[in-house]
Every structure is written in structure tokens, then in C-alpha cells.
């Protein structure tokens, strides 16, 4: 284990953290990383975050460094089987590798909370930093037939 992964926790993302999570998503980075390349209104948002702590089909998790929120880490249930990932961390962190620990551990995290075979991540396919750190954490480019948008890569990491 690096000193960096050491650096990184989750946390179950709560209901203090709308507001942040808010801001995060609107930012330009977020955005211009993002697969809608657009804004959320607030309103929008706060039943989608009410939903996302209340319900039983998405997990988020807050990405902390030395105590510190950098980003979330968010797992969707797609069926039984299997769960879609998104994860951002703020720019002031990104490129430092943070995020394939963040993944990792995440991963790791919803594979013992959920009964699931396998983790899709669905990337733009002109973000080559994101698909290198799901690859690096050992997700394999595979078809995810209708989960993906078109113009993405489809990655998935199986249960081991």
C-alpha cells in the first residue's frame, strides 16, 4: 500500500453533504468531465440526493484525504447483478492517482455491501485519464450491452 493510498478513506455520503456535493457537481471541472456536460438545477438535486441516502439502489461515498473531502465515489444498481460506478474528485486533486485509490477502495467497499458479480464504469471515451484509472485498478474494456451512452468506453471489474 502507497503513502497516497493510505491518504484516502470513504465515507457514507449523508444528508450534511447535499450542499457540497451540490457545489462539486457544478463545477467546471466536474463538468466538463462529466458524461452530461451540463448543470444541475437545485431543486433537481435535492430529490436525487434525498433519493440516493434514503433509497436502496445507489450508494454514495465522500472520497477523503488526511481528513479532508476531495470528491465522491457513487455506485448505481443496475440489477442484481450488477452496479454502474461514477467518481469525480475536485481538480485540486486530480492527477495525483488519488482517484484509482478512491476506486479501488470503493469497489472493494460495494462488492461487501452488495451481491453483485461485477462493476461497470461507462467513461467518455475522450477522457483517457479516467479509463486509465479504472484500468488500473483492474477493470477490462468489455461490452455492457445498453448500460453505457454511446461515445464511451465500457469497462468492467468482476467479482473476484
Sequence with gaps: MSADERTITLRP????????????????????????????????????????????SRKMFIVIEQGNPIGQIR???????????????????????????????????????WEI?????CVRQDNLTARSAFLKTGFRE???AGTCPSKHFSLILARR
Excluded at 18 to 30: A, G, L
Excluded at 85 to 104: D, E, K, N, P, T
Excluded at 117 to 121: P, Q, T
Design 117 to 121: 458479480n461485477k462493476v461497470i464504469a
Design 75 to 113: 455506485f448505481d444498481r443496475q440489477d442484481l447483478q450488477a452496479a454502474v460506478v461514477s467518481v469525480y474528485l475536485l481538480q485540486a486533486f486530480a492527477g495525483r492517482g488519488l482517484g484509482v485509490h478512491a476506486i479501488r477502495i470503493g469497489c472493494e467497499e460495494i462488492f461487501e455491501t
Design 142 to 144: 468489455a461490452d455492457a
Design 13 to 56: 455520503a449523508t444528508m450534511d453533504d447535499r450542499e457540497m456535493v451540490f457545489r462539486w457537481r457544478n463545477d467546471p471541472f466536474v463538468v466538463g468531465h462529466g458524461s452530461s456536460l451540463r448543470e444541475i438545477e437545485w431543486e433537481d438535486h435535492k430529490s436525487w440526493f434525498e433519493n440516493t441516502i434514503f433509497g436502496g
